[in-house]
């Protein structure tokens, strides 16, 4: 089946702890993207990558790196930086041609 | 900078009422404009892609139309069925570059 994996669905973790959202793709897209989705804010995007080892900072890139160092795969680092991480993230990846997006099932991170 | 609203921000129906959801958009320099649907809790399903080219979309019970002219695309769902129940975003792309979503619309069919 091909598709988007985000593992884990559910993450806690402790305030000022560094944390790893893992994200893997077998559509062999070569763009990736992670966003943040609030309650009443729609989606932002956090990063995007249109190819292995090459990143670009979306709207709200702050507290947060990524790294591609493969093109199946996308994590997301939320930093100690980021003021308020508590969020559900979701990865997505894009066709070449069409851009055509496709979404993950999403990782609610809580922080406390 | 593209700005997308979608109207209305919730809407509830009875069972096997035809529907619209309403998209615009301010920069109709678009290179494709995506339908998706969010089930609580979980990830985006794509339901629709419009090219810019394009003037409608179906699928199944599902029409998407694009008027890039007036910045607006309709998703009309016929003959609406409880498991449409879902939020509803729209999305639009300029070429080599992100997507902007909508907020999205809150759609319940009842029973």
């Known amino acids: ?112 | 900078k593209q700005e997308v609203t979608q109207i209305p921000a919730a809407l509830s129906v009875p069972e096997g009422e035809n529907l619209v959801l309403n998209c615009s958009f301010t920069d109709s320099a678009i290179y494709n404009l995506q339908w998706f649907r969010q089930d609580p809790g979980k990830g985006l399903t794509s339901l629709l892609l419009i090219q810019s080219s394009q003037r409608e979309q179906t699928s199944g019970r599902l029409n998407a139309s694009l008027d890039k002219s007036s910045g607006r695309s309709t998703l009309y769902i016929a003959a609406s069925q409880p498991g449409d129940s879902a939020t509803y975003l729209c999305a639009v792309r300029r070429r080599g570059s992100r997507l902007t979503f909508g907020e999205g619309t809150q759609l319940t069919v009842n029973p």
């Not at chain 1, 560094?18 to 077998?26: A, D, F, I, P, R």
């Not at chain 1, 992670?34 to 670009?56: A, E």
């Not at chain 1, 790196?65 to 990865?91: D, I, M």
Request: contains cysteine; charged residues 20%.
């Open chain 1, 1 to 112: 089946d091909g598709g988007i994996t985000q593992s884990p669905k559910y993450l806690f973790r402790k305030e000022g702890q560094n944390v790893t959202l893992s994200c893997e793709q077998n559509l062999n897209h070569d763009a990736m993207y992670w966003y943040r989705q609030d309650p009443g804010q729609g989606l932002r995007l956090i990063y995007y990558s249109q190819i292995v080892n090459d990143f670009q900072k979306g709207d709200i890139a702050e507290g947060y790196s990524v790294s591609r160092e493969k093109k199946e795969s996308f994590p997301l680092t939320v930093t100690s930086a980021q003021k308020n991480p508590t969020a559900f993230y979701l990865c997505a990846s894009s066709t070449d041609v069409t851009y055509e997006q496709y979404f993950g099932p999403g990782t609610r991170l809580t922080v406390t």
